[in-house]
């Protein structure tokens, strides 16, 4: 495949390497903004459809292994007639590339077979054999991370269940009998077990096998078995007694147990290396280092139970063992996951969560040493939560009200009236709580015992809106200093009086994301500061916690990481990735019946409110946001292409001329948070800014003579409130429009620019008004006439489309209702067109009023699993 070429999200960037089974392409995945590795499938392979379904089977088991030491697969693609398989892209050189240098001695090869051991071990606990291990299927990073590649393929391209005795095609990289290519087949040869070699069944056993060849080969430079052909090679496989003579006299009995031809004989778990392999290493480095206390006992990476067996013992067993443990919590199918923090003593995990069946936030508690979750009573609303330095207490915020729960009895109480949400917080021993607020003041708050409330940051100069939801500030151990996030860089000062820029102390700058949090030392008398930068990787850095510096160089923890917590006794929680929200585009008729569906699901909002989907006048292409960026949809081909590549972008609005797109971002806090940009459809110019300032916007119409922009802004009385602002493009001055201490939300010019139409619930319950839009109000600004009420029963979401205002009913009705040129009765009754499903969803209607693009679920948001990590900074030693 050329560079360029599109295989769904993913765009093919350059050819890596070829095999017998199949083309290695670098790929990115533009849905997620990251390199990928594609496998394409040979053609005779792929036309085989018996082979085809049971490979996608296979893919199928092969994308639940989820290990550290395992390379990922994604998932199975098949566009244009080419059948691929997407997996996580490994950079480094091969272990083939580094026995080509010669043989490795035994404190560098060691800890690689120890790496491959324990993925081959998690491999086996979920029944995956990998068929086709040899130094070629493995990577070493430049940190010393071993990635085991291919696994289990071998299996997957088998052209039988059972093939026949000396069936070549049952060679792991064999996908024809004809393809007997010595770079391919040969070197495949070369650590096949005899039974493989004879085309018998083969179980986890012919990994051990191929492990002791690989483990010979890396200390002594060359292959244990090796013929001028194919044939001299299966040969030996079958027929010599290995010579071990050149191997290590220490690894000799271990090698000769994997490598017992009688299949009975052969050393039968891949576990039991471990203990051997640590005893050899320990020995060969006890000059200058200590003997470990203690082995690493049997966890695979997504084993639950497992998980919290060995999570128990962490919590009630001392001394704490050396090497980390890793596990799983699974998401329960439907909810997505918010803001999570870990106790101060690592026994708790709490969580947020919106419920895709009814909206709901909530607040989750899951002791670690439990297979159960419990939900906390009287916590609807919860968005973000954080602990008491002791540990009895679980602090949230909800509907404007700072809550704490006490842990032992579920008892609830509210600490203060903050009148505004706050996304993150930190509690000092003191019994001080400093908030990351955002709506009324978007900045740090100290919150005193008593409710005493008092600023740390200036209004809006601070956090504001996304910074905040990000910061989650964190107290260093004096509980004085407090460690927290601006703009793209990490701050320390101190929270007994208010903070400006003179009182800030840099830590890391123009790489970190707000979340950071110290943690105290640890065995080795080091702590630690956890941050994580832009690029989604945790990294940890020594920190003199008195003098505030980092020490030394930082280290990367882990990749693709969305958020974290983590305790003081070692533990690490983590989360990869965000919520995948599958959906369709599709087109209804005014009757409701489907018309057809554009495109391929993607991970469009599931809520208009942060949505965004606009149809352009010609009805010819939509403006989405995809993964948080702006992209084009080609209404007819279904085609999309990235439009901006500016994350954390919402609600574009279409010129009437097509030629330009309006969006909100939250991606440059060098231009101010909730930033206005337009761009032209089709240019490769960059984005234009039109306005930038730290309030939470959200764009809603484009006036047809393009002079004005309308939006929502966060109001002055608290989060709840939102108001109407309208933006002369030629000022480039904005004017408060419509605002109470309700909501007004929504407003959409009439096309004529006459009017303007909104939901507000100054009433009690949502309604769409309508008033005269005075272009020229008097003062030289724009305003409004006196307000018209246009829905009966309520209603919200307006669209207005020629003579016709469209809006959902709070029944879940679409309604319509004609305007007319009477000026006492400008509109008429509301008419029920149709019951939606789409009610706070993403939607738009064309022109002419008679299609409506709506965006349907094809699979419910669950969030990614929790990754929990116990003694993880014993991962930083090496």
């Keep these: 495949m050329a560079p360029g070429t599109r295989l769904g999200p993913y765009e093919v960037l350059a050819k890596l390497d070829e095999g017998g089974m199949g083309e290695v392409y670098r790929a990115r995945d533009t849905s997620l903004g990251r390199d990928v590795a594609i496998k394409v499938l040979p053609d005779a392979f792929a036309q085989d459809a018996e082979r085809l379904a049971r490979f996608e089977r296979e893919a199928r088991t092969l994308a639940s292994l989820n290990h550290p030491n395992i390379a990922h697969v994604y998932g199975f693609e098949q566009a244009h007639g080419v059948r691929a398989l997407v997996m996580e892209l490994i950079e480094g050189p091969t272990l083939a590339d580094r026995i080509v240098q010669g043989a490795m001695p ?13 993925a081959l071990d998690a491999a086996h606990e979920r029944g995956i054999v990998h068929r086709d291990l040899k130094p070629a299927n493995v990577k070493v990073r430049p940190d010393g991370t071993v990635k085991v590649l291919d696994f289990g393929l071998a299996k997957a391209v088998e052209a039988t269940e059972s ?7 049952l060679s792991p990289t064999i996908t024809t009998p004809a393809a007997t290519l010595h770079g391919v087949l040969l070197g495949t040869a070369a650590y096949m077990s005899p039974q493989q070699a004879r085309g018998e069944p083969v179980d986890k056993r012919a990994d051990i096998w191929a492990f002791a060849v690989v483990l010979y080969e890396m200390l002594t430079g060359r292959r244990l078995f090796e013929g001028t052909t194919v044939s001299d090679t299966l040969a030996a496989v079958l027929v010599k007694d290995p010579d071990l003579s050149a191997a290590p006299p220490r690894v000799r009995a271990l090698l000769a147990a994997c490598l017992e031809r009688d299949v009975k004989r052969r050393l ?5 290396v471990w203990r051997v392999l640590d005893e050899v290493l320990v020995s060969t480095r006890s000059s200058g280092s200590l003997l470990r206390k203690a082995l690493w006992p049997v966890v695979a990476a997504a084993a639950v139970t497992l998980g919290v067996a060995v999570s128990a013992l962490w919590w009630r067993a001392a001394p704490a063992p050396l090497d980390p443990k890793i596990y799983e919590i699974p998401v329960q199918s439907g909810i997505t996951t918010f803001r999570f923090a870990l106790s101060p003593d690592g026994r708790f995990l709490a969580f947020t969560t919106l419920d895709a ?15 159960e979750t419990r939900l906390i009573a009287r916590s609807d609303g919860a968005l973000d939560v954080f602990w008491s330095p002791d540990s009895r207490f679980v602090a949230f915020v909800a509907e404007g009200r700072l809550n704490r729960i006490d842990v032992a009895t579920g008892e609830s109480q509210t600490i203060c009236d903050l009148q505004a949400n706050a996304a993150g917080g930190a509690w000092s021993r003191d019994g001080t709580i400093v908030v990351a607020l955002f709506g009324r003041h978007n900045g740090l708050m100290r919150v005193s015992p008593g409710c005493s409330l008092s600023p740390l940051t200036p209004p809006h100069q601070g956090v504001s809106s996304f910074q905040t939801i990000a910061a989650r500030p964190s107290f260093l151990p004096d509980g004085r200093r407090l460690l927290f996030g601006r703009g793209d860089s990490l701050f320390i000062a ?23 949090v110290y943690v105290p030392a640890a065995d080795d008398g080091s702590g630690r500061l956890l941050f994580l930068r832009q690029d989604g990787t945790l990294m940890a850095q020594r920190f003199d916690e008195p003098r505030a510096q980092l020490v030394g160089d930082a280290v990367r923890v882990a990749q693709d990481v969305d958020s974290f917590a983590a305790s003081m006794n070692g533990t690490l929680v983590y989360r990869t990735g965000g919520e995948q929200n599958l959906r369709q585009l599709a087109w209804l008729d005014r009757q409701g019946k489907s018309v057809g569906s554009v495109g391929e699901p993607g991970n469009y909002p599931g809520t208009s409110v942060v949505g965004g989907l606009s149809v352009s006048a010609d009805a010819t292409r939509a403006a989405a946001v ?23 972008s919402l609600n574009p609005v279409w010129s009437e001329d097509g030629s ?18 337009q761009k032209r459809v089709g240019a490769s110019t960059d984005e234009e800014l039109i306005f930038a300032s730290p309030e939470f916007k959200l764009l809603t119409s484009w006036s047809r003579d393009g002079r004005y922009l309308l939006y929502n802004q966060e109001g002055r009385a608290s989060s709840v409130d939102r108001d109407i602002w309208v933006l002369p493009l030629d000022t480039k001055k904005p004017t408060g429009l419509l605002g109470t201490e309700s909501m007004e939300q929504g407003a959409q010019f009439s096309p004529d620019g006459k009017w303007v139409a909104y939901s507000s619930n100054e009433s009690g319950v949502f309604e769409i008004w309508a008033r005269p839009f005075l272009a020229d109000s008097g003062t030289g600004a724009p305003g409004v006439g006196s307000r018209t009420l246009v829905s009966k029963g309520g209603g919200t979401d307006p669209r207005w489309r020629d003579k016709e205002l469209f809006y959902i009913s709070n029944d879940g009705t679409l ?18 067109l149709l019951p939606v499903s789409f009610a706070g969803t993403p939607w738009d209607i064309t022109r002419d009023g008679q299609r409506i693009l709506v965006t349907l679920p094809v699979s419910q948001g669950t969030s990614a699993p929790f990754r929990v990590v116990l003694n993880w900074q014993s991962t930083l030693k090496e």
């Design 163 to 169: 093939p026949a005795p000396g069936n070549q095609s």
């Design 494 to 516: 101190s929270s007994d009086s208010p903070i400006d820029d003179s009182s800030l102390k840099p830590v890391v700058i123009g790489l970190a994301s707000q979340s950071a």
């Design 815 to 832: 309604m319509a209702v004609q305007q007319t040129a009477d000026p006492v009765f400008p509109f008429r009754e509301p008419k029920r």
């Design 660 to 677: 330009r797109i309006a969006f909100m971002s939250a991606q440059d806090p060098t231009r101010g948070w909730r930033t206005l940009f």
């Design 106 to 118: 035994l404190d560098e090869a060691l800890p690689i077979a120890r790496q491959m051991a324990d």
């Design 626 to 648: 995809i993964d948080s960026s702006v992209w084009l949809v080609d209404l007819k081909s279904g085609a999309r292409t990235p439009f901006s590549f500016l994350r954390s």
């Design 357 to 371: 069946k009814d909206s709901g936030r909530r607040l989750w508690l899951r002791p670690m040493d439990s297979l």
């Design 268 to 272: 039968r778990d891949i576990g039991d």
